[in-house]
C-alpha cells in the first residue's frame, strides 16, 4: 500500500477517535464521501483514506468542535459555495487581503458594495500566492481571470490551482485534485493551491 | 411558496396527468404523471407512477407507487409498495410494506417492519428493523437495532451503537424460521458497542463486544470489554 493512503484502522489508532465518531462523522458531511476509498487486501476489503486530507481535517473537528457544533462544522467544510455576498469592506478589515491585492480585485472584478463569495475565494487564493511573493501583481490578473472562467466548472468538486512557470513566463492551470501532472524539464511549479482547503480558510475567517 | 393557490391532483380511474406542483395528489385509481412532480402530501391508494422526480412534504403509499427519479420528502409512510430508481432524502421513514430504492437513503430515522432493499448506501441517526432488509452498501447509523424477523443483510455496518437480536419465539416465528433463515448476513460490523445474536460476519470491530448466540464470526477486534456466548463461534478474537 502506498504511503499517501492510510487505513481505517491505522487512522483510528492514530488519533484516537473512534469507530462511532467516524462514522457521525461521515453522517453529518464533514468527512467527504469520496474520501472513502475501497480496496481488497488480503483480509479482504478495507477503508483507506488520503493520508494528509484526512489526518488535517480530523485535527481540524477535534479542535473545532468545542466551538461550533457538528452542523457548523459540516458548513465549514462543504465546498459547495451558497450564492452569498461579502461586503466590499469585509474584504480588508477582516484581514481577507492586502490593500494592493484589493486593488487588483476592483480592477478586475469592477467598484461595488459587495461580491458573490466565490470571486472572494479568488481574491483570497491571489492574496496567498502574493503574500509568499511567489506571484507578482501583474500575474495575479492571470490568477483571477483562470479561477473566474474555469472554476464554476468543477461545480464544487475537489481541485487544485496550479501556477507555473517557464523562462519567466507564469501560467495557471486549474486541474481536478485527482489528477496527476508531469511538466517537461525547464517548467518550474511555483505553487499549488488547494481550492478546498482555501475555501475552509475563508470561511473560518468570515465567520 | 403560497400553498393555497396550488391546484389538488385528484385520481379516480385511469388517468394520466402532467407533473408539476400541486397541494395535495391523491391516487386512487391508476395515475400516470409526467415529469417531475413536486406537491404538499402525496396519498397513493391506488397505482401510482412518476416519470420524474419528487419532492413532497408527506408522503404515504398504501397502494403500489414507483418513481423514476429521486425522492425528496419530510415523512414517508409506505404501508403498500414503493420502488425508486433514484436516492431517497426524508426525515422520517416508516416501512410496513416493501420498499426499494435503487440508490442510496438519508433519512433521521428508518423504521422497517417490512422489507426494504437498497442498492446504495443507508444513512439514519435511528435504524430499526423488525422485519428484512437488504442494503448493498453501508449502513451508516448511531443506533442500530435490528430484531431478526427474516433474512436481513448489509455490505457493512458502522455506528455508535449497534444492536442484532432473535425476534421472539412465537408461533409463527417458528415455522418462519423453518423457511427462511433468520440471520443477519454482513462483511464487517464497526461501532462503538456491539452486541450481536445470530450474525454471520467477517469482521467485528469496536469497543465494547458482546457476541451472542447463534453467531459465526471470523475475526473480532476490541479495545475495550469483550463477551462471548457459548452458542457463538468466534474464530479469532484479538485486544488492541
Keep these: ?207 | 411558496m403560497n400553498q393555497d393557490n396550488r391546484p389538488d391532483l385528484v385520481i379516480q380511474g385511469s388517468v394520466n396527468a402532467s407533473g408539476g406542483v400541486y397541494r395535495e395528489v391523491n391516487v386512487q385509481g391508476l395515475g400516470k404523471i409526467k415529469g417531475d412532480l413536486e406537491c404538499h402530501e402525496l396519498q397513493c391508494g391506488g397505482h401510482v407512477s412518476i416519470d420524474g422526480s419528487m419532492l413532497a412534504t408527506s408522503v404515504r403509499v398504501d397502494g403500489n407507487a414507483s418513481v423514476r427519479g429521486g425522492v425528496k420528502a419530510d415523512t414517508m409512510e409506505i404501508y403498500g409498495q414503493i420502488d425508486v430508481n433514484g436516492d431517497v432524502k426524508t426525515t422520517s421513514l416508516l416501512v410496513k410494506g416493501n420498499a426499494k430504492v435503487h440508490g442510496s437513503l438519508t433519512s433521521d430515522e428508518i423504521q422497517v417492519k417490512g422489507f426494504f432493499k437498497s442498492s446504495g448506501d443507508c444513512e439514519a441517526e435511528v435504524f430499526k428493523a423488525e422485519g428484512a432488509f437488504t442494503i448493498g452498501g453501508l449502513l451508516n447509523a448511531g443506533q442500530v437495532e435490528i430484531q431478526l424477523h427474516g433474512n436481513c443483510q448489509a455490505r457493512e455496518i458502522g455506528g455508535e451503537h449497534i444492536e442484532v437480536r432473535k425476534a421472539g419465539s412465537s408461533t409463527l416465528n417458528k415455522i418462519l424460521k423453518h423457511i427462511f433463515n433468520t440471520t443477519l448476513t454482513v462483511d464487517t460490523v464497526e461501532g462503538d458497542e456491539i452486541y450481536l445474536e445470530y450474525t454471520r460476519a467477517k469482521v467485528v470491530r469496536g469497543n465494547n463486544i458482546a457476541i451472542g448466540p447463534g453467531c459465526e464470526i471470523d475475526l473480532v477486534e476490541y479495545t475495550g470489554e469483550y463477551r462471548q456466548d457459548n452458542g457463538a463461534q468466534v474464530k479469532e478474537h484479538t485486544k488492541r
Design chain 1, 1 to 207: 500500500m502506498d504511503r499517501d493512503f492510510i487505513s481505517k484502522k491505522e487512522l483510528l489508532e492514530l488519533t484516537g477517535i473512534s469507530y462511532g465518531q467516524l462514522y457521525r462523522w461521515k453522517r453529518k458531511n464533514l468527512i467527504p464521501e469520496d474520501w472513502f476509498i475501497r480496496r481488497s487486501t488480503y483480509t479482504g476489503q478495507e477503508t483507506f483514506f488520503p493520508r494528509e486530507q484526512i489526518l488535517a481535517r480530523i485535527d481540524k473537528i477535534i479542535h473545532m468542535k468545542d466551538d461550533l457544533s457538528l452542523d457548523e462544522l459540516a458548513d465549514v467544510f462543504s465546498p459547495q459555495v451558497f450564492g452569498s455576498m461579502v461586503k466590499r469592506e469585509e474584504l480588508v478589515e477582516q484581514n481577507i487581503v492586502s490593500i494592493p491585492t484589493f486593488d487588483l480585485f476592483v480592477q478586475h472584478f469592477g467598484d461595488e458594495e459587495a461580491y458573490p463569495f466565490e470571486h472572494v475565494l479568488y481574491a483570497y487564493m491571489a492574496e496567498r500566492l502574493l503574500a509568499t511573493g511567489e506571484m507578482s501583481l501583474e500575474e495575479g490578473k492571470g490568477l483571477l481571470h483562470a479561477m473566474e472562467s474555469h472554476y464554476p466548472k468543477f461545480q464544487g468538486k475537489p481541485c487544485e490551482l496550479i501556477f507555473i512557470r517557464k523562462m519567466g513566463i507564469s501560467a495557471f492551470a486549474l486541474a481536478s485534485s485527482s489528477a496527476e501532472l508531469y511538466f517537461e524539464g525547464s517548467v518550474k511549479v511555483v505553487s499549488r493551491l488547494n481550492v478546498a482547503a482555501c475555501l475552509e480558510e475563508l470561511k473560518t475567517k468570515l465567520k
